[in-house]
């Protein structure tokens, strides 16, 4: 990559080019497990949440809670087993971060997963990967019988007292079922209807036990934390708001990409600081040749877009929501001028619709309302009063549910509705238009 | 207690009471569609969205409990607006069937609309469409796209009954309930999840299209299916009756009734109905004569005057009120009951004895029939409570039976009986409850009379010297000699005795 | 308590049977459109899941006191369950079951087996299979198949090309890859030739987004494809 760059900070995918690193025999001389090890033989579980409180760590899931807050939820004494749930559902739509870990580095996983079931002293963990990901499953399997061979997974880990089973458990398309409670229930061999909170999940998560639920990339930070120690994570990236006493900040590295009309789409690693900017015209390489870029999305497709003009934001959770977005999962979609943007309405709609779970009525209804007017529009029908509708709509279908989808059902779409209202307007005239993309 | 406010009422409420719990028990009303005392909190619909101050996004009134010190708002613009947008998603889909749907009248979606629907009306979109009359076993009708997903039904067979022959299939704006590829339900009580439904997504085969209910006329009585005694609304119109739904009362039925109950009605619609009294005209069996009341009253002291014997044989399905009467006409001789005895028993409603009343004709000194016996009063509602043989041994003089098949073809006189969908009286369920029936002014045959009145007259006519008693004076002398058998009669007021009154304008009762 | 009265056969019953939902119509991916009359679709040669009703009497159990005035359901034939789990993934599921502390909870993962195992679909006989071995009913199983769109209600093809619709592939050219697949299959998303060579569906974010456009073919993914790659890939799948 050219020069001049923001620099990439190699600490997730520091394994990621070398060959047969998803192996044993190559992830373990390159370190896998030396934090395990360190955790078991010299650190009390609290001591390992105590790190990972201090090293500011925000789950890379999409909300970006305080993991160590998280863990210290977690209901004690409740004569019932604990159990970590690691979310590789990885459904959200130009997010592919977690697929780059499973597949290239399994160990790193599981070493994560292993630290964090040993710091909430659980006995099982299961990670529960997207049924579209075989080879992320076939990875994983492959890492956690060579783990369980060498004796790091399963009674007596390392000859310590600890022991922990780890399972994959593969889901089969159900976007929801990278909810929490939506994974929940399908660990449970149940459709994925997201639970009302509360309960949540520390209290009464999988088989009504306490359960702690957290991204692959998030789990992913703890071995080097471990290492390391939680406060030379917390200096890397972006620190906290001094003036504001509850910020977190956005410390440590963090996976980040580019898909979508750009050059060079891609994967890349860094402390947090790097403006949206420099990763989609620098690393992604900016527009393809004769177009411009037209809306970010900086992750995934659930946040509100940006303009060009807006990109120069850096990528953090709290610098993006002050501009009205969100770092989401840090894999940004990137659209030109090729771009129909009432078209991409439709999409996005359709993709929300479509992954319902379909339980409240806003959400079921709703989704499928909102493609429905974006369609007419886009198909050069639209009338008089659709914008007004699709706000109306916006209103009725933002905040009232059980769980976010709904929510992130209307982000992008609104934010495409209010920056790009003349393209909308444009359609109500009648002329016919041809079908985008 | 800890307080909350609600709509500017400060109100107590118990810890753990959620806020739609709070507001119901002091008589302010936030609709709901997924929320049932009965069944768990599903929190779906978000009709029951409330303003909560201090919580910025408007709340589910059925889940979040309340808290000391809350203040909610159920009618502020921020309540009224999520309402609002509620029910246009619902109505978005759905179709504009109400002319031909079963539940019309009684729809909560319909109810609502009105109540809270959005001022404006939208430029439709396309409907989903999803399947439409699916047969759920061989007495219920599904319809998806009226369905709104509640999951009521499914929570009802996954809960109450937990025989899991519902589940909610398909996902997003597809989702519909299925149902087990076995096709037909185990469960004895799945037609609840027809009056469970809030809107007309599931309707009974029985009952399908068969009035609109604002014609129809409803009473508040039990039924008489077995001893526990489920309160009902009965619906009836045209001397027939249409349908039972169950009433709640948590002491003895909760919200819900039994299949077999809910369609046992069958005798009351009968073709063969005994409709008029009858006197036997000849020494030969068989042989009757109808006859005015008034005459059949008076063959019937005559005969009882002249019979050699006493002795009752009752349907156990009799009130105490009717039971007490026939011990004092009949005078002497046993006092015997009958009822059938089935083996269903399933620890929730259903009990093996059927005998409505039979705890009470216990009370009241009635012994059941073991053998054929003969008894100079024989009192029949169901054919099949008292079998043949006993009928046929009781060679009674003086019969009272609601079906021409059931006339003794050896009686003096024979009365028509209303069923108990057109009597007033009281019933001692399984558990010694005495409840009331209620003549439904709509069932029945035109100008029948209560048994009660007839052996009132009767009695009067066979002792000059005798008070009359009012139906209360019968009640008051009941209470006393139930008391004993630990029976404690309630307070009850039955409306005035006058004809039936054909489909008057019926009243909402759910 | 009134006597059961044995119904009336039935004649004809409900006479709107739903059309099944898979000809010329983009259905979700995977989801049982239609859910009752599935069957009815089902291509020749495929054993019907819940073939045409029967005119058999429903159980008389089942009627009550009244004989309904109305003409009663057709009544259901259940499908016989296939017997579950065959030899072959006995091992395979017990290990399954045995990671949970709930039987159901290994579901999913058995329904990934039993997918493969049975031609690459769940039919009704394999539901209820499943259902009995793993204790639960078989409407749950449906439920669940007819949630997850990698759970095929009908059968499929040999090469079931699954292409992502999704924002960052659509805006790669998917829009062309599907219409490419229309010309060269003539089949469009949901649709399956006679031969069951191909299926061809539309699938959600496949999370290849950075290689987009993407697509499956069965479980192999193939990315950055353009029209002319998919046109050779396709004549490759015999
Ligand atoms: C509709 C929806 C989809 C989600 N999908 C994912 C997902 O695919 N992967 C993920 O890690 N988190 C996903 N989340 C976020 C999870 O609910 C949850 O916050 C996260 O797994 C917690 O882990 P973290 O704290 O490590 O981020 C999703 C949330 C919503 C509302
Ligand atoms: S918001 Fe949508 S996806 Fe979430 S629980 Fe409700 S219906 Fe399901
Ligand atoms: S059928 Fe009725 S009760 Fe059942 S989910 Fe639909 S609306 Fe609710
Ligand atoms: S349980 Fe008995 S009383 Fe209740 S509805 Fe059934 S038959 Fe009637
Ligand atoms: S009644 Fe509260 S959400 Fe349905
Ligand atoms: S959008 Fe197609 S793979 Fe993500």
Known sequence: MATGLYPQTKVLSKNFDVPNAHTLAVARPRGAYQSLEKAL??????????????????????????????????????????????????????????????????????????????????????IYVRGEYPNSIRRLEGAIAEARAAGLVGKDILGTKFSCEVWVHPGAGAYICGEETGLLESLEGKRGHPRIKPPFPAVEGVFRCPTIINNVETLSHVPW?????????????????????????????????????????????????????ELVYGYGGGPLPGRKIKAVIPGGISMPVL???????????????????????????????????????????????????????????????????????????????????????FKGIEGRTICFLADAAVWPVRSIVRKFRGEFLAKMTPAPTPAGA | MPKITIDGRVLEFAPGQTIIQVAQANGIEIPHYCYHPGLSVAGNCRICMVEVEK????????????????????????????????MEMLLVNHPLDCPICDQAGECKLQDYAFDFGHPTTRTPVEKTHLPKNVPFGAKIVYDGERCIKCTRCVRFTDEITQTHELSMGARGDKEMVIMTSKGEFTTPYAMNIIDLCPVGALTSKDF??????????????????????????????????????????????????????????????????????????????????????????????????????????????????????????????????????????????????????????????????????????????????????????????????????????????????????????????????????????????RDLRAPLEVLEEIRLGLDAAATPWTHADVV??????????????????????????????????? | MTPPAVSPPPTGGDPRPREPRDANQPPARGTRGGGYAEAAGAPAGVAPASGPAKAATAAGAAAAATAPRKTPAPAVVPPTPVPFPPDDLKAACEALIARYPQRAA??????????????????????????????????????????????NTKPV??????????????????????????????????????ARRFTVSEVECLGLCEVAPALFVNEDAHVNVTPEGLEKLLDGLK
Not at chain 1, 42 to 49: I, K, L, R, Y
Not at chain 1, 55 to 79: H, Y
Not at chain 2, 57 to 81: F, L, N, R, W
Not at chain 3, 189 to 194: F, I, W, Y
Request: overall charge neutral; some cysteine.
């Open chain 3, 106 to 151: 290994a579901l999913i993962p058995i329904l990934h087996l039993a997918q493969k195992r049975f031609d690459g679909w769940i039919s009704p006989e394999v539901e209820a299979g499943v259902a009995q071995y793993l204790g639960v009913s078989d409407q749950h199983v449906r439920g669940v198949v007819t949630f997850y769109t990698m759970f």
């Open chain 2, 55 to 86: 919580t910025p996004k408007p709340q589910i009134a059925c889940y979040v409990q309340a808290t000391d010190g809350m203040v909610v708002h159920t009618k502020s613009a921020q309540a009224t607006e999520a309402r609002a947008g509620v």
């Open chain 1, 41 to 126: 033989r010299t650190m009390t579980p609290a001591q390992v949440t105590e790190e990972v409180k201090k090293s500011r760590l925000r789950g890379r899931g999409g909300a970006g809670f305080p993991t160590g807050m998280k863990w210290s939820f977690v209901a004690k004494n409740t004569g019932k087993p604990t159990y970590l749930v690691m979310n590789a559902d990885e459904s959200e739509p130009g997010a592919f971060k977690d697929r780059y870990l499973m597949e290239r580095d399994p160990h790193l996983v599981v070493e994560g997963a292993l630290v964090s079931a040993y710091a909430i002293e659980a006995s099982a963990v299961f």
């Open chain 1, 225 to 277: 934390i471990v290492a390391h120690g939680g406060e030379a994570f917390a200096k890397q990236g972006i620190p906290p708001d001094p003036a504001n006493p509850r910020s977190n900040g956005s410390t440590g590295t963090k996976l980040m990409g580019v898909s979508g009309q750009v050059r060079n789409p891609g994967l890349w690693e860094f402390e947090p600081g790097i403006t949206l900017r």
């Open chain 2, 208 to 445: 399908r299209f068969e009035s609109r209910v604002w014609f129809m006329d409803f009473t508040e009585s039990v039924c008489t299916g077995c001893a526990r005694g489920c309160n009902v609304t009965v619906g009836a119109r045209g001397g027939r009756v249409l349908r039972m739904t169950p009433r709640e009362n948590q002491d003895v039925n909760r919200w819900w009734m039994c299949d077999a109950g809910r369609l046992g009605y069958g005798h009351a619609n009968a073709p063969t109905r005994l409709t008029t009294p009858r006197v036997r005209t000849s020494a030969r069996a068989g042989e009757f004569a109808e006859v005015g009341w008034e005459d059949a009253i008076d063959a019937a002291v005559e005969a009882l005057r002249d019979a050699a014997r006493g002795g009752v044989l009752a349907d156990a399905g009799a009130t105490l009120e009717e039971l007490f009467l026939l011990k004092a006409v009949a005078g002497r001789g046993d006092l015997k009951y009958a009822s059938r005895v089935g083996q269903d028993e399933d620890g929730f409603l259903i009990v093996n004895e059927k005998g409505a009343n039979q705890r009470g004709a216990e009370a009241l000194g009635f012994a059941r029939a073991a053998a054929p016996a003969p008894a100079a009063l024989l009192f029949v509602e169901r054919g099949d409570a008292v079998p043949k043989a006993l009928r046929d041994g009781a060679d009674p003089v003086v019969a009272f039976v609601t079906d021409g098949a059931d006339v003794p073809p050896t009686a003096r006189v024979v009365f028509p009986l209303p069923t108990w969908a057109e009597r007033d009286g009281l019933l001692a369920n399984v558990d010694g409850i005495v409840q009331p029936i209620r003549r439904c002014r709509a069932a029945g045959p």
């Open chain 2, 476 to 510: 008051a002398a009941v209470r006393g000699a139930v008391a004993p058998a630990g029976l404690a009669v309630p307070e009850v007021e039955f409306a005035p005795a006058a004809p039936r009154t054909v489909a008057a304008p019926a009243s909402r009762t759910r």
């Open chain 3, 157 to 194: 093809g040999r090469h079931h090309v699954q292409v992502c619709r999704t924002l960052s592939c659509w805006l790669r050219g998917a829009g062309e890859l599907t219409r490419c697949l229309e010309r060269k299959t003539g089949l469009r998303p949901g649709q399956t030739d006679e």
């Open chain 1, 307 to 393: 303009l060009d003009s807006e990109l120069d934001v850096k990528m953090g959770f709290d610098e993006l929501v002050k501009v009205g977005s969100g770092l989401g999962t840090g894999t940004a979609i990137v659209m030109d001028d090729t771009c129909d943007m009432v078209e991409a309405c439709v999409n996005i709609a359709h993709f929300f619709g479509h992954e319902s779970c379909g339980q409240c009525t806003p959400c079921r209804e709703g989704c499928h309302w909102m493609e429905k007017v974006f369609r007419r529009v886009a198909d050069g029908d639209g009338q008089p009063g659709d914008l007004d509708l699709l706000e109306s709509l």
